[in-house]
């Protein structure tokens, strides 16, 4: 009788925690279906190399924010293709440029959820990535070579469109160091 | 009498056997098609057979027109379209004379109005059907399926094109490959152009960058001419699982599927497989295997959102099955599309009663049909998704 007792305790224990143990393997597995909301900081960039003043900053923000960092690259689409056309050569660009970027922040344990964006011209994707997308903070280099990304008329009228902070970084000497698809920890003026 | 019946058809002179099309294709004008194909007129001529000059086109190329001499031309036939005098190839003519081998430059050329066809490889049809074999040439974006990647490429769209399937009907198909380097340097010796539209071509068409895109479009494209050509094209046998546990050479493509999450880890995965993908040449398909009872709201939406953008941007097709299970799910898709290579993210080390079941690789080794390929992503960072 008492080791029929003891079997059916034993067997008791066994299935609660069996039961307990299915239901917490299935719980953890529905919680990372559903990704947290957070906070965003949108780096948009275009080209095929970004400050790396610029990256660093905005990886010391999120990561003292505890923010993920959303770097986007702006891609242009000539007005004779469809807006919404895939653009594999624009893509060929912009993937190592994320891949490398991706690569500095998982170094700093940064979060990064990075976007493709395209658009008639940098200001026009930026336009429709503002209101695609929800974020805190726009960090956004301004550069002294005409040209070369974002105009001052872009950053000027950013200011006044983004619904959120907007860093604009100070052209500085440090800017002559990129980073680009070429290498993580950037390279020499000269080869952007 | 059609173009198509030749007079020497009629006369009873010629076999019925179709003629064999050789397409000298490369990836823009100077790079040595037309010089390439009169060569080959040449050898043929020196080996005996009876070589006919159908239209060339010298484009003020001195050296193109020097190596035409010694070959037979057939007369351009003039039409008056508006006024205008237009030459154009005398299909008529040439197919009066019939002789063994033609040479017909420009296969995508647009006839003026009045010639018997609207497009010139309409022309080269009717040469073959007379049994007489043609030489031709073409540039890589004059193929209609690789208009719009040229474009997107080189930003200059190309009017006249076309369709992919006359180049599948060619014999054979000749690359005429040239470094952008050394196409620059003809370009600016003045052996593409005349002078005046050299600066022009320079700084539009020919830069390094193009010709680099397009070289590698051409280059791809007769690998994928040369696939299709050396494979087996017998009628497909029962079902793809049943034709590849058979063993049969049958010309089936890459297709690659990347298993994603609406969490932004996945941005790396479709990075990895559109990489892939391009590296193949082949299409790539975006599946996210979604439990029923896990509403698309809030953030998952959002992510959502992003990958079907993605998806977008990259050309790529983004899928979502409802499904309990992820390999049952996938293995589902799979089947249907045709995949031959997943890709899938890390997975967490398992936990618990996790560790007692077979590895996400294994399992949809398992369940997908035979020959299909698996490859696991790394992670980067240091929160990997589960299994």
Known sequence: ?192 | MSAAQPAAENEGVRSARRGQLKVFIGMAAGVGKTYRMLQEGHAAKAAGRDVAIGYMEPHRRPETSALAEGLEAIPRRRLTYRDTELEEMDLPALLARAPKLALIDELAHTNAPGAEHEKRYEDVRDVLAAGIDVFSTVNVQHLESLNDQVTELTGTRVRETIPDAVLGEADEVVLIDLTPEALIERLRAGKVYPGEGIEAALRNFFTVENLLALREVALRQVAQEVEAKRLVVEEPLGTREERVAAGVPKAVGERLLALVRPQPSSQRLVRRAWRSAQRLGTDLDLLWVKPPSLPIEGEVERQVTALRHLASVLGATFLIEESDSLVDGAAQVVRERGTTYIMVGESLPPRGFARLREPLPQRLMRATPPGVDVRIVAHRGGNKEPS
């Not at chain 1, 440029?97 to 700093?108: G, K, N, P, V, W």
């Not at chain 1, 395209?118 to 956004?140: I, N, P, Q």
């Open chain 1, 1 to 192: 009788m008492t080791v029929e007792r003891v079997l059916i305790a034993v067997a008791l224990v066994a299935g609660l925690a069996g039961g307990y143990l299915i239901a917490r393997s299935r719980w953890r597995g529905r919680r990372s279906e559903r990704p947290q909301a957070i906070h965003q900081i949108l780096l948009p960039f275009t080209g095929t190399a970004i400050s790396r003043r610029a990256v660093d900053a905005a990886l010391r923000l999120a990561r003292a924010e505890e923010a993920t960092l959303m770097p986007a690259y702006l891609a242009t689409v000539p007005k004779r293709l469809p807006l919404d056309c895939a653009i594999p050569a624009e893509a060929a660009k912009a993937m190592p440029m994320l891949e490398a970027i991706e690569q500095r922040a998982t170094a700093q344990g940064v979060g990064i959820d990075s976007r493709i964006e395209r658009g008639r011209s940098y200001r026009h994707a930026l336009a429709r990535l503002l209101d695609r997308e929800r974020f805190d903070r726009v960090v956004v280099p301004a550069t002294a070579e005409a040209g070369a990304e974002l105009s001052g008329d872009d950053l000027a009228w950013l200011l006044e469109k983004a619904p959120a902070e907007v860093l604009i970084l100070r052209p500085g000497p440090e800017d002559r160091l990129f980073v680009t698809a070429n290498g993580i920890p950037g390279c020499l003026a000269g080869l952007r």
